[in-house]
């Protein structure tokens, strides 16, 4: 069974740097071709893409928000992190993290998400 | 980057009614690598439908996709009480960035 739960701080001060991290099983990102995904979604607003990192280490950020996003990975975790630097109360929102069995490949599998909020 | 557009932005139906929602995207979707998704309240989002017309697992047989290039359609034949919610298209097939569309909700009239 494919499972991931996402973990991080509940609340980050404005010009903090937030870390969020991915824990998954029932797959691993050494397999070719497995990816994780991060999306979030503001309070009553659409789903937002944000970030892919693939088996191969390859990493893609939305391009409006790279210079403030990183993704790395622990594959002996089952693990993917995500740093977001300059939160700001725009940042506010429920962060999740989803699979992609292939490249090319829909979100087959969510998280149950974090809610982040920024504030001071 | 893909815009995806979705209309209506809110469908008012009756349960047992048909459900037609639409997603347009601006540029056509590379091998129609097209993903619905639905999601009620304080839930993640699930996988419908990808590939524009492929069930996931387990979904049920009411739901159905379809279209190509650019226009796509998600379709509930009947609408059960369960199936009031947000429903998201999102393309896969280009390169990075991905991208979804605003969102339909489906409400009881």
């Known amino acids: 069974q494919v499972t991931l739960r996402e973990s991080g701080p509940a609340l980050v001060r404005p010009t903090q740097t937030l870390t969020l991290t991915c824990t998954f099983s029932?797959?691993?990102?050494?397999?070719?071709?497995?990816?994780v995904s991060w999306i979030r979604q503001p309070p009553g607003k659409a789903l937002e893409w944000l970030a892919l990192?693939?088996?191969?280490?390859?990493?893609y950020y939305k391009t409006s928000l790279k210079t403030r996003l990183t993704l790395s990975k622990d594959t002996s975790k089952n693990q993917v992190v995500l740093t977001m630097t300059n939160m700001d109360p725009v940042d506010t929102a429920t962060y999740y993290c989803?699979?992609?069995?292939?490249?090319?490949?829909?979100?087959?599998?969510w998280g149950q998400g974090t809610m982040v909020t920024v504030s001071s | 980057e893909i815009v995806l557009t979705q209309s209506p932005g809110t469908l008012s139906l009756s349960p047992g009614e048909r459900a037609t929602l639409s997603c347009r995207a601006s540029?056509?979707?590379?091998?129609?690598?097209l993903a619905w998704y639905q999601q009620k309240p304080g839930q993640a989002p699930r996988l419908l439908i990808y590939?524009?017309?492929s069930r996931a697992t387990g979904i049920p047989d009411r739901f159905s996709g379809s279209g190509s290039w650019t226009d796509f359609t998600l379709t509930i034949s009947r609408l059960e009480p369960e199936d009031f919610a947000v429903y998201y298209c999102?393309?896969?097939?280009?390169?990075?960035?991905?991208?979804f569309g605003q969102g339909t909700k489906v409400e009881i009239k």
């Open positions: 989803a699979r992609m069995a292939g490249w090319r490949a829909p979100f087959d599998i």
């Open positions: 590939a524009a017309s």
């Open positions: 999102h393309q896969y097939g280009s390169s990075p960035p991905r991208t």
């Open positions: 990192i693939g088996w191969d280490d390859d990493k």
């Open positions: 540029q056509s979707v590379s091998s129609n690598y």
């Open positions: 029932g797959f691993s990102l050494t397999t070719s071709g497995m990816c």
